[in-house]
C-alpha cells in the first residue's frame, strides 16, 4: 500500500484549508447582500406599501419567462399578487399597476375575480397552487400569514 509523503499531506491540508476560506468568504458575501436585499425591500414597502420581488435566473441573458410577486400587501389584509412574465421590467411594472387598482378595490382581490386596466388590459385572479407559495420566501418570511392570488392577463 503506497504511503502519502508527509509535503504531499501538508500541500492538500493547506489546499483545503484555502477551499473552506473561500467557501466561508462567499457564504458571508451571500449574507451581506441578503441583508442589503430585506433592507431595500422594507425601505419600499415603507415607502409605497409593498415591493415586488422578481426571481431571476443567475444567468443575465437568459429571456425568462421570470416569476415575480409582491411583498407587503399581507399586512394590510390583502392578498400577495403573483404573475409570471417575458421582462423582468414588464413583469415589475405590471405588478405595481396591479397592486395600485387592486389598492382602490372595495374588498381584497379573490380567485375568479376580472381587473380591467384601460390601455393595458383585463387579468384575472386565480388559485395559486402549494408549490408557487413556497417559492414566497421574502413575503413569508416577513408575515406568519399570507394569501397570494395568481394574476394572469386574458384580455
Not at 433592507?39 to 419567462?65: F, H, K, N, Y
Request: proline share 5%; aromatic share 6%; net charge positive.
Amino acid at each position: 500500500m503506497a504511503t502519502i509523503s508527509k509535503k504531499v499531506q501538508q500541500r492538500l491540508q493547506a489546499e483545503a484549508s484555502r477551499a473552506r476560506a473561500r467557501e466561508e468568504k462567499a457564504r458571508k458575501a451571500e449574507a451581506a447582500l441578503e441583508v442589503q436585499r430585506e433592507a431595500e425591500i422594507t425601505r419600499l414597502i415603507a415607502e409605497t406599501g409593498w415591493a415586488v420581488c422578481v426571481a431571476d435566473s443567475d444567468d443575465p441573458r437568459d429571456p425568462g419567462p421570470h416569476f415575480g410577486y409582491t411583498i407587503g400587501r399581507s399586512a394590510k389584509g390583502h392578498p400577495e399578487l403573483c404573475a409570471w412574465g417575458h421582462d423582468r421590467l414588464d413583469l415589475q411594472d405590471t405588478l405595481n399597476v396591479l397592486g395600485a387598482v387592486a389598492e382602490k378595490q372595495a374588498a381584497p382581490i379573490t380567485a375568479g375575480d376580472l381587473i380591467t386596466i384601460p390601455m393595458v388590459g383585463v387579468w384575472q385572479a386565480l388559485v395559486v397552487p402549494d408549490l408557487v407559495m413556497g417559492h414566497l420566501a421574502y413575503a413569508r418570511r416577513r408575515y406568519t400569514f399570507i394569501r397570494a392570488v395568481r394574476m394572469r392577463r386574458v384580455g
